[in-house]
């Protein structure tokens, strides 16, 4: 009975986990938010790094 529910607890403890990773939106790469520089073009360089500051905030 103690492994089921240990093995339960850590199920949902990374459900959990894994939902807080998923709600960080990746944009891709016509989307005009990602451009940094303002210049009206998305490179691939500040599209990486406005996808990673969205994980990371």
Known sequence: MKRFLLST???LVSFGTL???AQAEQVHRGNLAADRNGDGRVTLHELKTYNRDQRQA
């Open 19 to 21: 939902a807080v990773a």
């Open 9 to 11: 607890l850590i199920t």
